[in-house]
């Protein structure tokens, strides 16, 4: 049932091309320029009259929930807030009837999660779910919604639901963006190109496992590391450093690249690896300057960088290429090889990947 794959962790790394392949199959329309998902056509006045769009989900969730706030906000000019789901129910949180909310659960099942859904519906809100379990709780309970059809996913840390929920919340974004006229029909058609390439490209980088395999042997004894990134790649080094925390026990921390002189700067020594996403379009220069102040302190770099990369390369201990893209959607290629990373540290180390230690696959109590 591993289909020949050591642990289903990494089988479900291996199943993104086709994840995301069969989460947009459908709904993205290349021939015809547009994106058809009519849980979003039949509530489309509901999102583009909204105040804001409301996020809420948990852990990874909430990554994906991250990129999407930089989706949105890029693609449709609406503005969005991130919230956990834990906080937000328990804040008093102001909520009308202008508000959409998107909540964002691979099981379907996470208590605070639901807890939060029903009381922004006990508010007025709209609420919309991108759940992947069919028939789930959340998807029960919200008025309308999309589905991830990323399968069923075994392995407690999650992957390839992190990438659907993306692929989910990039065509929503797309969608909006060009029925209020945010997006030229130019920049619309092309990213729905690129998106396109995506899968396959996915399947670029899990051939260059063993590359990566290298990297997870150098750095497999650190006790702490440090994952950076800048914009749609900031909930990314989030991302990285909860998969390597959950599965290796390691102690990881994720941050936004340049907000590293305010404070993790100090851990900095020859003892700390400092994984650091620096895309050719994403504040590209301000990330170099970044990682030489972390050069200068001895630090270890592990850098993600596109294809064709010349001045990280010079600098950066090792290196990882990915393929080029449009920035935006950039985080369903740099997600690979951190999965692959936390999934090779935490073998080496003889941990129990698919089922870590404290760990549930659903958290259905808060
Ligand atoms: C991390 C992980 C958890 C879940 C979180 C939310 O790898 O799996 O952080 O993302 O418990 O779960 P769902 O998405 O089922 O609501």
Redesign the pocket.
């Known amino acids: 049932e591993k289909g020949g794959y050591d642990h289903f962790m990494l089988k479900e790394i291996h199943e993104q091309p086709k994840a995301i392949t069969d989460t947009y199959r459908g709904r993205m329309l290349p021939i015809e320029n547009r994106i058809k998902m009519s849980s979003i056509e039949d509530n489309l006045d509901k999102f583009l009259n909204a105040n804001r769009i409301i996020i809420i ?5 909430w990554h994906a929930g991250l990129v999407g706030e930089y989706l949105f906000e890029d693609m449709a000019r609406i503005p969005v807030e991130v919230e956990y789901a834990s906080e937000f129910r328990y804040r008093n949180p102001i909520i009308t009837n202008k508000d959409v909310v998107i909540a ?7 208590a605070d ?1 639901l807890a939060a859904i029903k009381l922004a519906k006990s508010k007025g809100a709209f609420v919309y779910g991108v759940c992947n379990v069919v028939g789930s709780s959340i998807a029960r309970e919200t008025h309308s919604g999309a589905y991830t059809h990323a399968g069923p996913e075994i392995g ?3 992957t390839k ?1 992190f990438t659907t929920q993306i692929t989910v919340l990039t065509l929503i974004a797309l969608k909006l963006g060009k029925a209020n006229g945010s997006l030229a029909p130019h920049t619309f058609k092309n990213y729905i190109q690129k998106m396109q390439l995506i899968p396959r490209q996915v399947e670029e980088l899990l051939n260059i496992d063993n590359h990566v395999k290298e990297i997870a042997a150098v750095y497999k004894d650190a006790k702490n590391c440090l994952y950076l990134g800048r914009g749609f790649n900031f909930p990314v080094a989030l991302e990285g450093a ?2 390597l925390k ?1 599965i290796s026990y390691i102690h990881a921390e994720g941050y936004p690249a340049a907000e590293m002189k305010h404070g993790p700067i100090a851990l900095i020594d020859e003892n700390m690896p400092i994984f650091v996403i620096a895309t050719n379009k994403g504040h590209y220069e301000k990330v170099v300057s970044n990682i030489q102040e972390i050069k200068s302190r001895a630090g270890k770099i592990i850098a993600v960088v596109t294809e064709g990369d010349v001045q990280v390369k010079e600098i950066a201990d090792h290196v990882i290429e990915i393929p080029d893209t449009e920035e935006a959607l950039t985080p369903l290629l740099t997600t690979i090889p951190l999965q692959l990373l936390s999934y090779h540290i935490a073998v080496m180390l003889g941990k129990n990947v698919d089922q870590p230690r404290n760990l549930a696959k ?2 259905t109590v808060e």
């Open positions: 989900a948990c852990g990874t969730s964002i659960s691979q099981s379907g099942e996470t999660t407690v840390a999650s639901a909860l998969k959950e659903s958290v």
